[in-house]
């Protein structure tokens, strides 16, 4: 089946030096959120609108789900697929946020169920730092792929671009990033030891 725009998703995943390598998760916010924590978390990302490109519509996300500007050189990961079909691209940009002025935009739901009152929640209620170990027990399964994808090329010392993967039989390719400043040589990996 065809991906359509509306079932592909883009975000950004940053990632910072401290005694180890540590990425930026938020939490998703409302109330089918508010008790779970591990496999609960996720990259800030949203849906890429018909007529933006990947790279533009994970750093609107990212500026969207918490407030914060993500800039410098930006390394495309492998896309992942959730069980409803989406595909959802992420792309890796070193960034030391502080997380003091973090805030999220909001959407509005009908809560109680049935009750015909409507509440209003932040689409991210939280956002932190964790270790890979952490990350990989706090982020939804799925997603888990693109933790490992930057792990292993932060262990490397290389994060260089790849080709496209193949695209499935049947399916069309997923947009490409038009405009965007996608690195595609070595990303220069500060040590702050």
Not at 104 to 131: C, H, I, L, Q, V
Not at 152 to 166: I, V, W
Request: charged fraction near 30%; charge should be positive.
């Amino acid at each position: 089946m065809p991906c359509r725009r509306s079932q592909i998703s883009s975000g950004v995943l940053a990632f910072r030096r401290r005694a180890d390598w540590e990425v930026l998760l938020v939490h998703p916010g409302g109330p089918y959120w508010r008790k779970r924590d591990d496999g609960a978390w996720s990259i800030p990302k949203g849906v890429v609108e018909s007529d933006t490109d990947l790279l533009a519509a994970a750093r609107r996300e990212f500026a969207e789900e918490t407030g914060l500007v993500a800039q410098g050189d930006f390394v495309a990961l492998r896309p992942v697929r959730q069980k409803s079909g989406k595909l959802v691209h992420a792309f890796a940009v070193e960034g030391d946020f502080g997380l003091s002025n973090f805030v999220s935009n909001r959407f509005e739901m009908e809560w109680p169920p049935k009750s015909g009152k409507t509440a209003s929640f932040p689409e991210a209620d939280r956002a932190a730092y964790f270790d890979f170990d952490a990350a990989l027990t706090k982020i939804i399964p799925y997603q888990r792929p693109i933790l490992i994808e930057l792990r292993e090329r932060l262990a490397s010392g290389t994060t260089e671009q790849r080709e496209p993967e193949p695209v499935p039989r049947g399916q069309r390719a997923a947009p490409a990033v038009h405009g965007a400043r996608v690195r595609t040589a070595r990303l220069g990996l500060r040590d702050s030891g």
